[in-house]
Structures are given as structure tokens and as C-alpha cells.
């Protein structure tokens, strides 16, 4: 199963910008001028998550203590 969601990475647009910064999610790194810096699986879904939602909700964040 593991596998099959890096294949499925791997075919969806793997660029994204955020402000000044691009994200590779196939590659799971963070790049501002032209510094690359390696990210985790959970690094990288935190941050897709947190720019679909445009943050998080102190609701939300109390519930998960």
C-alpha cells in the first residue's frame, strides 16, 4: 500500500508555489532562491494540508491535544 501512494505521487503535478517558496512533492523538497531543503512525508502532507486549508483553526488544534 505504502508503494502505491508513491506511484500515485509520482503521476500527480508535483510543483507547487507557495509565496516564494516551490515544492517538489515527488522529490519532498522545499526550495526558495534556489536552496534546496529535504523534507519528511509528514513534513510535506502538514504543509499541502495547511495550504489547502489556509491554516489550521485554534478549535481544531485544541481538539487534538
Do not use: A, C, W
Not at 516564494?20 to 519528511?40: H, L
Amino acid at each position: 500500500y505504502y508503494n502505491f501512494k508513491i506511484i500515485l505521487n509520482f503521476f500527480k503535478k508535483s510543483k507547487i508555489t507557495i509565496g516564494n517558496y516551490e515544492i517538489d512533492s515527488n522529490q519532498r523538497v522545499i526550495i526558495k532562491d534556489e536552496t534546496k531543503v529535504k523534507i519528511t512525508e509528514k513534513e510535506l502532507e502538514l504543509i499541502l494540508m495547511l495550504h489547502k486549508n489556509n491554516g489550521l483553526e485554534k478549535s481544531y488544534l485544541l481538539k487534538i491535544r
